[in-house]
């Protein structure tokens, strides 16, 4: 009875997640991490391509960050329906009345980091950099991918080709400092009796900024000489972007970010069966800072939660945690307790693809195998799910009651547990631009005990059903409190169409 009346009370505080804004949403952030400066030194020329897909004409927002981490804008660039414009530095800069740009962001310190917002259209930002002698035309849209607050560059040129010289930008997204260092590994074989640490390269980001740095200064300054070419990893301490460069004499700049697809990691949404075939279709999240969740059912009406932390391995990921039963505690005292067990995880992938492995805890094996979710890109706004979602189990599930996120991402509610009321303040938002998982910061207050977004993880993962692919229209919900409480609940839902 203690178990449904928290449950409960808690699902009446969901409909008032997030109200709605007062202004339009302004949809998926589109980022481009390096638009170059009107009147670069270099004859290159910052040029971007916007398609709007949509059946409707509209506007674009569009923002710049500069080197120095300071914002411009919004600028508005209008659309018609279906129809595509083309920008360049001049234009972001000074504004186009021609092209529908009336203002531009002004003059920047360095080159730029670019952010597009559609609101309601569909819109595709392609960039690329032109250099002015000879037309010469390269794509600036990749940047390196990452997993567990890593990047691997495969390919970086040596300090001493200065016909073909590698550099790296680095960006900082955040509101707070980056520190990121950055190893090298050679093309020589590895010495088995070469028993000394690789040298490093170390350097501060200030928040929002950029900086670039050459093959020479890494070698000059951290990482050393070397034997042909390099292979890099990039660690930060919080999520940063990385744009893998090469340039030339003539003034030719290239994008060497893109990866093999084939190893991209094992990042994204998993959709897994049990060979035991007990309590139904279980999802596992593997994000990209290397946290993962998963919801793993394991009877009718028992239900487990993970939350932890997994890494690659050479055969796939290893993963450990803490599994959490799903609405599962007791009120002692004023306090409401749960509990957890320890768990590990083994798996094989193919990205994108299949999965198979087993979680192991309290010393039971337990296989699975399943399917990557792919496609959907719902991701980039909280204004994406602010849409009313109701429980597919309906009131059988452990979170029973319809939740309606807004378009703003501010939440604030309450809800009675036991004999006082709680209260919750904070917000929700993506995990990153192009990832299908939303996360609420938020505090919760019941009487005398403070539960601050630490001890808090509200997680809210979308993705298809089996019957509509590319939809989004099913979401899963984990609520995990993991101080000495140990309490966690969750659920599947669908989106109401009607």
Known sequence: MQVRILSAALLLCWPAIGQEAEDEPRGREHSVPLFMAHGNPDQRQGFIRIINHSDEPGMVEIEGVDDAGTRYGPIELSLDARQTKHLNSADIENGSEGKGLPDGLGDGEGDWRLLLYGGGLDIEPLAYIRTLSDGFLTSMHGVVPDASLRHRVPIFNPGSNVNQASSLRLINPGDGEAAVTITGRDDAPEDAEDDSEPGEFSLTIS???????????????????????????????VPVQVVNLMSTPAGHLSNLSRANPNYRGATGIWQVSFEDEAGGDGYIILLPDSRMYAWLPEADEVNRMARGTFESTPGGIAASGELYESGQFELQGLTAVGGSVDFDLAAAYRPGDWIRGTYTAEGTDRAFHGWAFTGFERGGAAAEVAKLWVPV????????????????????????AGTFTCNVTGTIGPVNPAFTVYEADVTIICSLLIL??????????????????????????LAIVHDDTKIGFGAVYGLDES
């Open 452 to 477: 601050p977004p630490g001890v808090v993880d509200l997680i809210v993962a979308v993705f298809d059903s089996p019957e509509s692919p590319g939809s989004g229209d099913r979401a899963m919900v």
């Open 393 to 416: 189990l309906g009131d059988d599930a452990d979170l029973n009651e319809n939740f309606e996120p807004g378009a703003d991402g501010e939440l604030g509610f309450s809800f009675t």
């Open 207 to 237: 928040p929002g900024g950029a900086q670039t740095v050459g093959s020479a200064e890494l070698e000059m300054d951290g990482i050393g000489d070397g034997t042909g070419k390099w292979s890099l990893d990039v660690r930060s301490d």
